[in-house]
């Protein structure tokens, strides 16, 4: 199973899903990584990406993906995923791939933003991330969760939404017979 953690920057992408590939015993990545350094240095100067600057970003995170699945490897990949045609991209055509949203009120995402410096992606951008953002729809294979406080909780909450009967295995299956 592949298990996108999504949301706007500063949800908490990264650390819950750190956490959860941790608990889970599942390899991670951070989508910012899959980032061509042109896109990278677009965001310093404050300049908001654009769907074509996206486009060898989301290739390079559904070829990761894809190399996983093929392995039979579950694993745990962040990306903003804001609009629904990027999550369709990252979830059409693959089953093995879930995708859980993180929500958060746009003054916790300003406060989360200004108390990381250094990081390439500036608190000014947050306003062009909620322009682009198109909340997931029923029909999409999207979990909407809170995820405004202690980071471990949202992420013992995205398993118990996930695995209500037991968390999986190593291997990506729930553990039979776990309540």
Same mark, same amino acid.
């Given at each position: 199973?592949?298990?996108?953690?999504?949301?706007?920057?500063?949800?908490?992408?990264?650390?819950?899903?750190?956490?959860?590939?941790?608990?889970?015993?599942?390899?991670?990545?951070?989508?910012?990584?899959?980032?061509?350094?042109?896109?990278?240095?677009?965001?310093?100067?404050?300049?908001?990406?654009?769907?074509?600057?996206?486009?060898?970003?989301?290739?390079?995170?559904?070829?990761?993906?894809?190399?996983?699945?093929?392995?039979?490897?579950?694993?745990?990949?962040?990306?903003?995923?804001?609009?629904?045609?990027?999550?369709?991209?990252?979830?059409?055509?693959?089953?093995?791939?879930?995708?859980?949203?993180?929500?958060?009120?746009? +003054?916790?995402?300003?406060?989360?933003?200004?108390?990381?410096?250094?990081?390439?992606?500036?608190?000014?951008?947050?306003?062009?991330?909620?322009?682009?953002? +198109?909340?997931?729809?029923?029909?999409?294979?999207?979990?909407?969760?809170?995820?405004?406080?202690?980071?471990?909780?949202?992420?013992?909450?995205?398993?118990?939404?996930?695995?209500?009967?037991?968390?999986?295995?190593?291997?990506?299956?729930?553990?039979?017979?776990?309540?």
């Amino acid at each position: 199973m592949i298990l996108i953690v999504a949301g706007v920057a500063g949800s908490g992408k990264t650390t819950v899903g750190a956490l959860l590939a941790g608990r889970l015993r599942w390899r991670f990545a951070d989508a910012d990584t899959f980032h061509p350094e042109a896109n990278v240095a677009k965001m310093r100067a404050g300049i908001p990406l654009t769907d074509a600057d996206r486009e060898p970003w989301l290739q390079a995170i559904t070829d990761w993906m894809d190399e996983r699945i093929a392995a039979g490897q579950s694993a745990v990949v962040t990306c903003s995923a804001l609009k629904r045609v990027y999550r369709d991209r990252l979830l059409v055509g693959r089953p093995a791939a879930t995708m859980v949203f993180l929500i958060v009120r746009r +003054e916790v995402l300003e406060q989360r933003l200004l108390s990381r410096p250094g990081h390439f992606f500036p608190e000014k951008l947050l306003d062009s991330q909620l322009a682009a953002y +198109e909340p997931p729809a029923p029909d999409e294979r999207v979990q909407d969760v809170l995820a405004e406080g202690d980071s471990a909780q949202t992420a013992a909450k995205i398993i118990a939404t996930l695995w209500p009967y037991g968390e999986p295995n190593p291997g990506g299956e729930p553990v039979q017979g776990v309540m």
